[in-house]
Nanobody, 124 residues
Framework: QVQLVESGGGLVQAGGSLRLSCVVS????????VGWFRQTPGKLREFVAA????????EYSDSVQGRFTLSRDNAETPIYLQMDSLKPEDTAVYYC?????????????????WGQGTQVTVSS
């Protein structure tokens, strides 16, 4: 099972940018994908984006499509979530998670391993 650690959160003004990182460690005997989710108090965890293990396929939610970019050079490097044109409604705790398999999924229940989360706050 892999372990994940997020970093890069912080406070930014609306219209600004942040880049989150997700470092994956440990061993996986099967291919896996990595997803980003976000959550605000009292709300369900929301899918943001996902990428396959080698960084060749990505999927985004409608709310971030065109503003966020997920990237990974290869299976040994961190996953980066570049967030541009940030809005106050992007404020949340952001989590990265790993899901065994090659298909990208937006369902939190399909992810077995989760990081501890990093806070992103966008001021208006």
């Amino acid at each position: 099972q892999v372990q994940l650690v997020e970093s890069g959160g912080g406070l930014v003004q609306a219209g600004g940018s942040l880049r989150l990182s997700c470092v994956v460690s440990g061993r996986s005997d099967s291919p896996y994908s990595v997803g980003w989710f976000r959550q605000t108090p009292g709300k369900l965890r929301e899918f943001v984006a996902a990428i396959n293990e080698i960084g060749t396929k990505t999927e985004y939610s409608d709310s971030v499509q065109g503003r966020f970019t997920l990237s990974r050079d290869n299976a040994e490097t961190p996953i980066y979530l570049q967030m541009d044109s940030l809005k106050p409604e992007d404020t949340a705790v952001y989590y990265c998670a790993a899901s065994v398999g090659v298909l990208l999924t937006s369902l939190p229940t399909q992810y077995e391993s989760w990081g501890q989360g990093t806070q992103v706050t966008v001021s208006s």
